[in-house]
């Protein structure tokens, strides 16, 4: 068990919606980072968060936002929807800004029918 | 950006041998992770290595961050079931954001 824990773990929805995916960092970690992994692309980053601002974004679509709280929780927002948003999102904790090891969640798997 | 290539894509080994894999990189890193990630769960971490040359253990686990920085390697001796799954490589170049640039995978399969 890593400590940073996603809800919900399965989600299934279909195209033109819009969920909402939640990260809680292990305790302590002030970064979280989200990421895709689809079976074609590999792990994708998306976007990172430190102490509540965006600290750097990859390759996320304008369809996608994301946010952390001042709790530091973190929530990912998919909006309108494709097919080919079917995935599992990770996201990812460090303790620090000094630190690189990254700490996974479980994830959650988004199907789009 | 940068381009990880990690092979082999997949293994199939007898319980009892040693397995070696390796990334190669275009581009330097200042960091090597090397994660494990078992079917429906999340990556795990199973080394960082911080220091051209180094060489880390972790139980049956060896990893060793190339001269070159362009590439790292693991081994796993004496494998056992629980060692199947996908192991990923993943680089970092230290700058104001700490993005991970993971590699393809490779899938090791033990056979009993």
């Known amino acids: 068990d890593s400590g940073v824990t996603q809800t919900p773990k399965h989600l299934i929805t279909a195209t033109g919606q819009r969920v909402t995916l939640r990260c809680s960092p292990r305790?302590?970690?002030?970064?979280v980072y989200w990421y895709q992994q689809s079976l074609d692309q590999g792990l994708q980053f998306l976007i990172q968060y430190y102490n509540g601002e965006e600290r750097a974004k990859g390759n996320i679509l304008e369809r996608f936002s994301a946010q952390q709280f001042p709790d530091l929780h973190s929530e990912l927002n998919l909006s309108s929807l494709e097919l080919g948003d079917s995935a599992l999102y990770f996201c990812?904790?460090?303790?620090?800004?000094?630190?690189?090891?990254?700490?996974f969640g479980p994830g959650t798997r988004l199907t789009v029918t | 950006g940068q381009q990880l290539n990690q092979s082999p894509q997949s293994m199939f080994i007898q319980e009892g041998e040693d397995v070696s894999m390796n990334c190669t990189s275009s581009?330097?890193?200042?960091?090597w992770l090397w994660y494990k990630q078992d079917p429906g769960e999340g990556p795990v971490l199973l080394i960082a290595?911080?220091?051209?040359?180094e060489l880390t253990s972790n139980g049956r686990l060896t990893a060793q961050f190339g001269i070159t920085r362009k590439d790292s390697f693991l081994n796993i001796s004496a494998s056992i079931p629980s060692d199947v799954g996908i192991y990923f490589c993943a680089g970092l170049v230290t700058g104001s954001a700490r993005q991970l640039t993971f590699g393809s995978g490779t899938q090791l399969t033990v056979l009993p």
């Open positions: 990812a904790s460090t303790p620090g800004s000094l630190s690189y090891e990254q700490y």
């Open positions: 290595l911080y220091k051209a040359g």
């Open positions: 305790s302590g970690d002030l970064s």
């Open positions: 581009s330097i890193f200042n960091t």
